[in-house]
C-alpha cells in the first residue's frame, strides 16, 4: 500500500493540488463507433484499481485494470449504446459488448425462450436499460476516509404488466484493492413475480492466460452442460492457450457457503502474481456458472454468479427454479471484487477458499 492510504485529507492536500491526482470519479460521454453517446462514469481509486461504469448501461462495469494489466474480455463487437440495440432474436451475438461485468436478468437469464406469453431474450434486457437518478460522486467522510460512491436506478417494466426497478450502488475507497457492487431488486407492482439474475464476469488477456487457474471450495459440485464440456471435465478449471475454433465449455458448480453465508471464486494468473476473488452471498446467488471459451479470438473465461441454472425462464419456471418477488416487495444481492497481489497472499487465500 501507498504511504498516502494513511493520510488525513489535510495532510494529503498538502502534497497534492486535488485529490483527482490520486483518486477519483469522472464523468464523461463515449463520443465514436456504436458507443456514440453512451453516458460513463471513470474511477480510479488510487491503488492502482481503474475501471468504467456504464450509466447508459444498466450503471455494469466495462474495463477493468490493475497497476495496468487488463483483466477484462471485451466482445469483438465492440461497446454498444443502448437505443442502438435490438432484442430480436439472435440478435445478442451481434451487438453484446461483454466488459469487465453486465447484468443478465430481471425476467430472463441464459437462453432466449417464450415465456408469460412474452418474447424473452437472451440473458433479459436489464443491461441495456439506461439508469436514472444517477449520482457519482468521491468524498472524505466524518472519519477522514475518502470514498467513491456511485449509485442509479434501472426499471424493466410493462405496460398492464411487470414493474422491477434495480437500484445499485458501486461503492471503493483510497487505496483499497476492491469494490464492491450493492444491489436492491424491488417489485413495483401489486402482484407477486418471478426474477433472476446473473452477474456475468468476464475475464481476459492478459490477466487471462495459459495456465491461469479458477479456485473455488473443494466441496463443490459440479455439472456439465454438453458432452464437449464433459470430455474437459477434469481440466475445467485449468485454462490453456487460445485454440483455433475450440468450443466453448459450461459448467455449472453449486458451491457451499462460508460461516457468514458467503461463496468466492478466485482466478488466479501465477506468472503475473495476481489473481481476482469473486465473494457473493449463496441466499441470493446459490449457483456459479463457469464458461471457458477458450477459442481465438472469443478468449475468455466467464465466472456467472446466478440465482438460477441458466436453463432460460419459461424452463426454469417450469421446474420451480425462479425465485420469487412477492407484491411490493425487494430483496439485496450484490457482489465483491478484490484484486489480491503476490505468491504468498494468493496461496493463503486459495487455501482458505478450498477448505470451505
Not at 69 to 88: D, V
Not at 89 to 107: A, I, K, P
Not at 286 to 313: H, Q
Amino acid at each position: 500500500m501507498n504511504d498516502f492510504a494513511k493520510l488525513s485529507k489535510k495532510e494529503l492536500l498538502r502534497y497534492a493540488g486535488q485529490t483527482s491526482q490520486i483518486a477519483g470519479v469522472s464523468r464523461f460521454t463515449f463520443a465514436d463507433g456504436m458507443a456514440r453517446g453512451l453516458p460513463a462514469v471513470q474511477v480510479k481509486n488510487g491503488s492502482g484499481l481503474a475501471f468504467t461504469v456504464l450509466e447508459g448501461r444498466n450503471m455494469d462495469i466495462y474495463s477493468l485494470e490493475y497497476r495496468g494489466i487488463n483483466l477484462a474480455f471485451f466482445y469483438k463487437n465492440g461497446l454498444t449504446a443502448p437505443e442502438r440495440i435490438s432484442h430480436a432474436h439472435d440478435e445478442f451475438m451481434g451487438q453484446s459488448s461483454g466488459g469487465m461485468m453486465y447484468t443478465s436478468g430481471l425476467r430472463n437469464s441464459g437462453p432466449a425462450n417464450e415465456s408469460d406469453g412474452l418474447y424473452q431474450p437472451l440473458h433479459g434486457r436489464i443491461s441495456a436499460m439506461s439508469a436514472e437518478n444517477i449520482t457519482a460522486r468521491a468524498y472524505f467522510d466524518d472519519h477522514d476516509r475518502y470514498r467513491i460512491e456511485l449509485s442509479g436506478k434501472m426499471r424493466e417494466s410493462r405496460l398492464f404488466g411487470h414493474n422491477l426497478t434495480l437500484t445499485r450502488s458501486i461503492t471503493a475507497e483510497l487505496n483499497e484493492n476492491s469494490f464492491r457492487i450493492a444491489d436492491v431488486i424491488e417489485n413495483e407492482t401489486c402482484r407477486d413475480t418471478f426474477y433472476s439474475i446473473l452477474y456475468h464476469v468476464n475475464f481476459g488477456y492478459p490477466f487471462l492466460d495459459e495456465g491461469t487457474e479458477l479456485v473455488v471450495s473443494g466441496k463443490t459440485f459440479s455439472t456439465a452442460r454438453s458432452d464437449a464440456s464433459k470430455q474437459y471435465f477434469d481440466d475445467r478449471f485449468l485454462m490453456t492457450a487460445p485454440t483455433d475454433n475450440f468450443d466453448e465449455h459450461l459448467y455449472f458448480l453449486d458451491p457451499p457457503a462460508d460461516a457468514k453465508g458467503k461463496c468466492s471464486a478466485l482466478v488466479i494468473n501465477s506468472k503475473l502474481n495476481l489473481a481476482v476473488e469473486l465473494c457473493f452471498d449463496k441466499k441470493t446467488l446459490p449457483y456459479i456458472v463457469e464458461w471457458k471459451s477458450m477459442g481465438s479470438g472469443d478468449y475468455a473465461l466467464g465466472i456467472l454468479p446466478s440465482s438460477t441454472l441458466l436453463r432460460g425462464r419459461h424452463d426454469e419456471l417450469e421446474e420451480n427454479g425462479m425465485s420469487k418477488l412477492d407484491a411490493f416487495s425487494k430483496i439485496e444481492t450484490g457482489l465483491v471484487f478484490t484484486v489480491i497481489e503476490g505468491a504468498e497472499a494468493i496461496a493463503a487465500r486459495a487455501g482458505e477458499i478450498r477448505a470451505v
